[in-house]
């Protein structure tokens, strides 16, 4: 199976230390408004769009991804909470096993479905080991998927659910401490498992500034989420920092 997205993020983890990827979501926004910040995230100097979330609350997630493609060149990869957000406009979708939990739904369910509707539509799946992680306050991920994170000061757990994922073939091992979280996923927890596995570590959840950003890519996170910041600001020059922080 070609897989030219992740191809693409690998060879750009040989030259960079860290990429940035920014998370839109097709409810909060209208399509033109997250099309406006796709495009400040491109000048800024982000690496890929995210599109997606936990709900679905009728957002029209097919026009957000279009007008996300007309607004910048960057390679926009589904973060989907069910198959509404499979849409044939993308250029890839994060085949998220929600690992850290124990709902069979969201470990293989969701996937049976998601699965010939990808290869129909000629999507490319990036099977991505998902770990929800304590951030300090009830995220709609842990309030909608039904499961518990993982604690935040139990590096060893998360060690073993992402080498687990990788045994299990997943290419990413992304932990989330969940959009708006209070604390972003722990320093010692990222350099744990990023020093575990032999897959890159994405990190997003309450990463709010550039200093935070920075820490935890020196901490071992090859891949930067954010995704409340750049929606609830439009602050150009703080996501052109945060960009800069992530790829030192
Ligand atoms: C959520 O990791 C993403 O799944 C982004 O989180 O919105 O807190 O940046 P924020």
Excluded: W
Aim: with cysteine; glycine share 12%.
């Amino acid at each position: 199976m070609e897989q030219p997205v992740l191809r693409r993020i690998h060879e750009k983890l040989e030259v960079e230390r860290a990429l940035y990827l920014v998370l839109l979501d097709p409810d909060s926004l209208t399509p033109k408004e997250n099309g406006r910040l796709a495009a400040l995230a491109a000048d800024a100097g982000a690496d890929a769009i995210l599109v997606g979330g936990s709900l679905s609350l009728g957002g029209d997630t097919g026009e957000t991804v279009s007008m996300v493609k007309q607004s910048c060149g960057l390679p926009v990869i589904m973060f989907p909470g069910d198959l509404s957000f499979v849409v044939p406009e993308a250029d890839a979708v994060l085949f998220l096993s929600l690992v850290s939990g124990r709902n069979p739904q969201l470990l293989i369910g969701e996937h049976v479905k998601a699965a010939p509707v990808l290869r129909k539509m000629g999507l490319e799946a990036i099977p991505t080991a998902y770990m929800l992680v304590e951030g300090g306050a009830t995220t709609s991920v842990e309030f909608m998927s039904g499961t518990r994170p993982l604690p935040r000061d139990k590096p060893d757990i998360a060690m073993a659910h992402a080498l687990a994922g990788q045994y299990l073939g997943m290419q990413i091992a992304f932990m989330d401490a969940g959009s708006g979280a209070l604390s972003h996923v722990p320093e010692e927890m990222i350099r744990a498992v990023a020093g575990y596995v032999d897959i890159p570590v994405m990190v997003g959840g309450g990463i709010r500034r550039p200093e935070v950003a920075a820490k935890l890519v020196e901490a071992g996170a090859r891949l930067i989420v954010t995704g409340d910041v750049v929606e609830r600001t439009g602050d150009a020059g703080l996501v052109s920092e945060i960009a800069r922080a992530i790829h030192g």
